[in-house]
């Protein structure tokens, strides 16, 4: 049963616009604290490329533009949480939930979260750093007017999951305006908290 053993890990969400530096601080706390770091989008990816039969179901549907089903996604989640819980000191679930509904799943198929960490940086930080990495990233949506919607479409789905999870008390905000290393602070600080 995955729940048995996942029972004593710490599972976080971590949610945070495109640009607030989630990727760096997940980074980061891997190092630290020996966490794992999934991201559902890696997760699928690395499921195409690997020419499995769930990989190519996955590669129709996403060629189509669709949304991949969310008992798919948590099954690749649950998998890959299991396949690492005896060398793992808990999870970083990286963009995740999206939706309340994808929050609920989670719990009732795998566990329920024991923080969300919500990397908070403003409209205009988020914009200004997208740009600069689109300098050099070649990411054909780090342009101004998509980043926009991106950002449109990102606040609007996560201001409902963090009012979620803020009613249970486990919603821990971060100031992600300063640098990585203010930031990184402020994550130690939470999470040596649960020890």
Known sequence: MAAEKLKNHKIIFVVGGPGSGKGTQCERIVQ?????H?????????????????GKKLSAI?????????????DMLRDAMVAKADSSKGYLIDG???????????????????????????????VK?????????????????TIKKRLETYYKATEPVI???????????LNAEGSVDDVFQQ????????K
Request: charged residues 35%; aromatic residues 6%; glycine residues 8%.
């Open 32 to 36: 630290k604290y020996g966490y794992t």
């Open 38 to 54: 999934l991201s559902t989008g890696d997760l699928l990816r690395a499921e195409v490329s690997s020419g499995s039969d769930r």
């Open 62 to 74: 996403m060629e189509k533009g669709e949304l991949v089903p969310l008992d798919t996604v948590l």
């Open 96 to 126: 995740y939930p999206r939706e309340v509904k994808q929050g609920e799943e989670f719990e009732k198929k795998i566990a329920p979260p024991t923080l969300l960490l919500y990397v908070d940086a403003g409209k205009e930080t988020m």
């Open 129 to 145: 750093r997208l740009l600069k990495r689109g300098e050099t990233s070649g990411r054909v949506d780090d342009n101004e007017e």
């Open 163 to 173: 009012a979620f999870y803020e009613k249970r008390g486990i919603v821990r905000k």
């Open 187 to 194: 994550v130690c600080t939470h999470l040596d908290a649960l």
